[in-house]
């Protein structure tokens, strides 16, 4: 079990705007009929970070997320929000701090979109002006468009309207914690991609602490900074970032619950490691060819990579072509394959693939730091179980 996270890994996330710490202190909730809904719960989601609370139907995951808000509350242990115990916290101010997209979107559907966005603050007083210009920021910033949109009424808007006026709806006021439960999970898989996409977009503008349930791994993975992942009886088996969590599954619970495509799904969270390149022979494109034929037998290389005189990535050459008079330059060929250094080792893998390739170039910026061929992939990939190679927040 691992449920107490190190600092956050997702370097940016400090210094978000009013992004708050929410920690739960061996927090229990067992329902009057005696239904144990989670049990000794210590868990703590980073300022700022994505944590995703995913595990199959009833394990607890909305119970969880309905205590930190106060529609649930617990039966022992405690729940602090920044600095305050829940608990303490008058219920109006809280729901000011804490934005909740509901499980099936639930606006009202009586209210037009823009009268649904503005619910929180006119619940908590602002004045009309204050009002109408965040909900016509928030509803761009979503990406519906007020003029369009803003009238209609939630049976007028497609499903994945719906969903993103839920998460506008959700983050009217401003608030330092977004609580959402199975936003996207009444959305076709296209859709869903979308707006996966659209919100870690939205999350990276606006930092907030974010709890997200779902019961959908590729979701957690593609999402969260960190995920717990919850077994019936409401416990935590593991809470750990993605690659970690697919690299060293805690329990067999988990290793199941992940699938036995985990080391694929790896591939998305892990980044390369400048340690892990390979460097073979390299040439300039004013280099004479027999120069280079000569450097490759030296290496044992069957080709070379041809940099241009300010060392960026100009495109390979052969053994075979390295033959006659003349210079590189002619007889070297363009190369597209290539990934910044930043990239996971599932781009790198996927642009070998489709440009059919051996091997893909790495690049710093411009300039060239070495290749990546399916060995030195492999060999990156093992490293990883060892938790050594940095890891790609959220990346697809
Ligand atoms: N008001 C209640 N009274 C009794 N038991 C309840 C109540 N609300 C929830 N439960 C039970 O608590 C457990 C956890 O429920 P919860 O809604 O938190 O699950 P969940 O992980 O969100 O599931 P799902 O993925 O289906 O939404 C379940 O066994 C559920 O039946
Ligand atoms: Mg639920």
Same mark, same amino acid.
């Given at each position: 079990m691992d449920a107490n996270p190190p600092a956050g890994h997702r370097t940016t996330a400090s210094g978000s705007s009013g992004a708050e710490e929410i920690r739960l202190d061996g927090v229990s909730k067992t329902y009057p009929d005696g239904t144990i809904g989670v049990r000794e719960l210590d868990l703590t989601f980073a300022a700022g970070e994505l944590s995703v609370l995913v595990g199959p139907s009833g394990c607890g995951k909305t119970t969880t997320m309905k205590m930190i808000n106060r529609i649930i509350e617990p039966t022992t242990g405690r729940i602090l929000l920044g600095e305050d115990d829940v608990t303490r916290v008058d219920p109006v101010q809280l729901r000011r701090r804490i934005g909740y997209v509901i499980q099936n979107v639930g606006l009202f559907p009586h209210q037009s979109v823009r009268r649904n966005v503005a619910t929180v603050p006119r619940l908590v007083g602002w004045d009309k002006k204050r009002t109408q210009d965040r909900v016509e920021e928030l509803l761009t910033l979503v990406g519906l468009d007020p003029a369009t949109f803003g009238d209609r009424y939630p049976h007028q808007l497609s499903g994945g309207q719906r969903q993103r006026a839920g998460v506008a709806r959700a983050l009217a006021a401003d608030p330092a914690v977004l609580l959402m439960d199975e936003p996207f999970s009444a959305v076709d898989p296209v859709?869903?991609? &979308? %707006?996966?996409?659209?919100?870690?977009?939205?999350?990276?503008?606006?930092?907030?602490?974010?709890?997200?349930?779902?019961? $959908?791994?590729?979701?957690?993975? &593609? %999402?969260?900074?960190?995920?717990?992942?919850?077994?019936?009886?409401?416990?935590?088996?593991?809470?750990?970032?993605?690659? $970690?969590?697919?690299?060293t599954p805690a329990t067999p619970f988990v290793a199941d619950f992940v699938g036995a495509d985990r080391g694929l799904k790896r591939l998305a969270v892990t980044g390369i490691d400048p340690d892990d390149l390979e460097h073979p022979p390299v040439a300039h494109v004013d280099d004479g060819l027999a120069d280079v034929r000569a450097s490759m037998e030296r290496a044992g290389a069957r080709w070379a990579v041809v940099l241009d005189d300010q060392q960026h990535l100009h495109g390979w050459i052969s053994a075979d072509r390295a033959a006659g008079a003349g210079t590189v330059y002619g007889a070297g060929k363009r190369m597209e394959a290539w990934v910044p250094v930043d990239a996971s080792l599932k781009a790198a893998f996927s642009t070998m693939l489709q440009l059919e390739a051996g091997w893909v170039a790495v690049l710093d910026g411009d300039r060239f730091l070495g290749v990546l061929t399916p060995a030195s992939l492999h060999a990156a990939l093992r490293r990883s179980v060892d938790g050594t190679v940095p890891e790609i927040a959220g990346a697809v």
């Open positions: 859709v869903r991609e &979308r %707006l996966q996409t659209e919100f870690l977009r939205l999350q990276d503008t606006v930092r907030k602490t974010i709890v997200f349930v779902t019961h $959908d791994i590729e979701e957690a993975v &593609r %999402l969260g900074d960190r995920i717990a992942v919850m077994s019936e009886g409401g416990t935590v088996e593991q809470f750990a970032p993605p690659a $970690d969590l697919l690299g």
